[in-house]
């Protein structure tokens, strides 16, 4: 059931310098959600509950329809704040479109706040939105009413509070906010009016590489008032439709990461993908990717030499938990004991770096503190699902020397599995 009603719009911004959304581009929900519901859990509805600060309660009216922090009785000189936000997929390249309504439903809005934002999976925040009920304005990207004042008001909404309607698009490959409307009704179903002012950029509140989340926050002081949130919806659509990975002429691996985009390797004929999920000083243990990543993953790819692949550009990815394996976004300059991408006598694997070593974008290294031995050795061999791969071992014909899967050179002494002369021995 919904109490209040939305009009029309009082104010479209066309943000100059800004490119616009394309009539033919193709959006893909990544999350939705009008709290219609008989639990007032807000986990039931994807929400976790952030800071907290003073006597608030956040739960979902089921009646209204409508995820609410209420502030209970107030305590002359108390401040009281509440925060929570729901997860998505990583958008981490393309556009995003957000709509959402936002209110100050109470009896009186004197020095409350309301503000719904964008983040990544950390809270930095890109875009964020803010209503002041004590002033009736509209902030924009700031963390303080007393800049980025930008939009006005007018009406009864000081004592009435207000439902605002926002709808957002996000151009994240240029860090620009695209477009922005707002429309919005007073708690009697009135049309509030009012009037831009000081509006000059239309830049991410901060830099980020990809957004995952997005956030309700509100504060007051004084007085006893609830916020609400209601009618969510974001989608988003990738930039471009695939990236291109080419193995040298050398070898058949590479250790890989792309900053910007998510990518899908679920379907790459003749490429697969591995993440490191351990690594004890001698072994690194892989598990093969059959999903999309997100924008900045490390990764170790197995292909043919000589040989590009497109790889899709996914809307949006899982982030991974298990991996070890740390992304290069910019070249980075080695601690002792970190673990950079390499080969032994044709065996993928990692050696030890010294903290001279550097890392070129791109790539992906193993962080010394994800190596569990405390006696590290100079070359961790990879572990695919239970065997080490060689990609080549160059002997010439009168070369008897024998190595063991690690690449390592072993004498006649030695018992197992060794490769002599290019082929594999069991002794």
Not at 37 to 46: E, L, M
Not at 48 to 76: M, P
Not at 225 to 252: K, M, P, Q, W
Not at 359 to 386: C, E, M, R
Request: hydrophobic share 35%; glycine share 8%.
């Amino acid at each position: 059931m919904r109490k209040f009603l939305f009009h029309s719009a009082l104010a479209t911004i066309m943000l100059t310098g800004a490119v616009s959304a394309q009539a033919d581009d193709t959006y893909t929900t990544v999350f939705k959600q009008d709290f219609t519901g008989t639990s007032t859990a807000i986990t039931d509805y994807g929400f976790t509950a952030g800071t907290t600060q003073g006597t608030v309660t956040q739960a979902v009216d089921t009646e209204a329809g409508r995820l609410k922090s209420t502030y209970g009785e107030a305590v002359k000189g108390e401040t009281r704040s509440s925060d929570c936000y729901a997860t998505f997929n990583a958008v981490s390249s393309g556009k995003m479109k957000a709509t959402f309504t936002f209110a100050t439903n109470i009896s009186n809005s004197d020095d409350t706040y309301a503000s719904v934002y964008l983040a990544d999976a950390e809270g930095t925040k890109a875009f964020e939105i803010m209503y002041s009920g004590r002033h009736g304005y509209m902030y924009l990207n700031t963390k303080s009413t007393t800049e980025g004042e930008f939009f006005a008001l007018t009406g009864d909404t000081h004592n009435r509070g207000c439902d605002i309607t926002v709808s957002v698009t996000l151009d994240i490959d240029n860090q620009k906010i695209t477009d922005l409307s707002i429309s919005s009704t007073d708690s009697k179903g009135t049309t509030i009016t009012g009037d831009l002012k000081n509006f000059s950029t239309d830049a991410f509140a901060n830099k980020v590489s990809s957004i995952s989340r997005i956030g309700f926050y509100t504060y007051g002081i004084r007085y006893d008032f609830v916020n609400s949130l209601d009618d969510i919806s974001v989608e988003a659509t990738a930039a471009s439709s695939s990236v291109d990975i080419t193995f040298g002429n050398n070898y058949g691996y590479l250790s890989y990461c792309n900053a910007e985009q998510a990518l899908d390797f679920s379907n790459v004929d003749g490429l697969t993908a591995y993440i490191i999920t351990s690594a004890d000083g001698t072994t690194a243990t892989t598990e093969k990717v059959t999903s999309a990543v997100p924008a900045g993953t490390g990764l170790i790819l197995e292909g043919k030499k000589g040989t590009t692949y497109s790889v899709p550009v996914a809307v949006s990815a899982d982030a991974i938990s298990n991996n070890l394996l740390k992304g290069v976004t910019s070249t980075y300059t080695c601690e002792e004991g970190d673990y950079v991408f390499g080969a032994k006598s044709g065996t993928p694997g990692f050696y030890y770096a010294s903290n001279s070593k550097t890392v070129k974008a791109g790539k992906a290294y193993i962080p010394a503190a994800s190596v569990t031995a405390s006696a590290k050795s100079n070359f961790i061999t990879l572990n695919f699902d239970g065997t080490t791969k060689i990609s080549s071992v160059s002997v010439s014909a009168t070369n008897s020397e024998s190595y063991n899967l690690a690449g390592q050179r072993v004498n006649n002494s030695y018992n197992g599995i060794v490769i002599k002369n290019g082929k594999k021995i069991i002794k």
